[in-house]
């Protein structure tokens, strides 16, 4: 693929191959029990520690602003009683060691330590220090941090500030398209996902729920029997073209034969950890 021809084709590809790399921090076996190490039992704990351990030991509001999909109760649960448990600088070192064993157990010792590996590590590490951290929370705190020396650590973070740089843009577009966070996950429910998923997954309740759902069918976008309509499917094409829009400038520091080499390195290790995760997913990701 050409870089210059289709940038935000580029985007999108890429995030198919750096957001399982990602993933398996909150999946993978390793990664769990290295949360419960320092005191994080249960999913929940691990996931909103970890992934809100970069912004140091905040309370619950700018996780719930960053975090967009997730109810207000939710968040409160988990912070900030985790840091009690476990200071942000004992997350970040669980969240990497535990990423760490489950990507060289899914990829076996001798490619995690291979050259291809380390190749990857370079190429993703010169792609995620060229993100754009202006007016996105998440990636300029996962940026902030130091970079480890070890190459798969080096690619696991990478993919973390990647994901996290992608993510600040998804964000904004669903802000631009006026969707708030409920809103947003009833209507990817209604075209490409499924409510039993994405509901339980971010505590909203029934009545929250087909609240959202009445907004979006006054609004056009949902069918009263709750399908789509073509307002709420030309969105998707929107919101997502714009999200790759976003995401596009970190590839600009590869070029077209960087990004077509890390292409090649990527779908291997990509595939590999993709096993660790369970699909279908809250994240969108698909098995193929």
């Not at 988990?78 to 489950?102: C, F, H, K, N, T």
């Not at 080096?154 to 006026?178: K, Q």
């Not at 997954?201 to 069918?223: C, F, I, P, V």
Request: charged share 20%; glycine share 10%; net charge negative.
């Amino acid at each position: 693929m050409s870089l210059n021809e289709n940038p935000a084709g580029t985007a999108r590809l890429m995030w198919t191959l750096f957001e399982p790399l990602h993933a398996v921090t909150y999946f993978a076996p390793q990664a769990r029990g290295a949360f419960e190490q320092v005191g994080l039992r249960g999913f929940w704990r691990g996931y909103f520690a970890g992934r809100a351990a970069p912004l140091g030991p905040v309370g619950p509001a700018p996780v719930f602003a960053a975090f967009y999909g997730f109810t207000r109760p939710m968040v409160e649960r988990a912070l900030p009683s985790v840091w009690a448990l476990a200071e942000p600088q004992q997350v970040l070192d669980a969240r990497a060691a535990g990423a760490g064993a489950a990507l060289r157990e899914l990829l076996g010792t001798a490619a995690a330590d291979g050259a291809e590996v380390a190749e990857a590590a370079r190429l993703c590490r010169t792609a995620a220090e060229a993100v754009e951290v202006t007016g996105r929370v998440l990636a300029a705190a996962n940026a902030a941090l130091p970079w480890p020396e070890d190459p798969l650590a080096v690619l696991w973070h990478a993919a973390t500030v990647l994901r996290e740089h992608r993510g600040d843009g998804h964000v904004a577009a669903l802000l631009v398209a006026g969707l708030d966070g409920c809103e947003s996950l009833v209507w990817r429910a209604a075209v490409d996902n499924e409510r039993r998923l994405l509901q339980p997954a971010r505590g909203w309740s029934d009545q929250e729920w087909e609240a959202a759902e009445a907004r979006l069918t006054a609004r056009g976008w949902l069918h009263p029997d709750g399908g789509p309509t073509d307002l709420a499917t030309t969105a998707r094409e929107e919101i997502e073209a714009r999200t790759d829009a976003l995401a596009a400038g970190p590839w600009e520091a590869l070029g077209s034969a960087g990004v077509a080499r890390l292409v090649t390195l990527l779908r291997p290790i990509a595939h590999a950890a993709a096993k660790a995760l369970p699909f279908p997913n809250p994240i969108g990701l698909s098995q193929a």
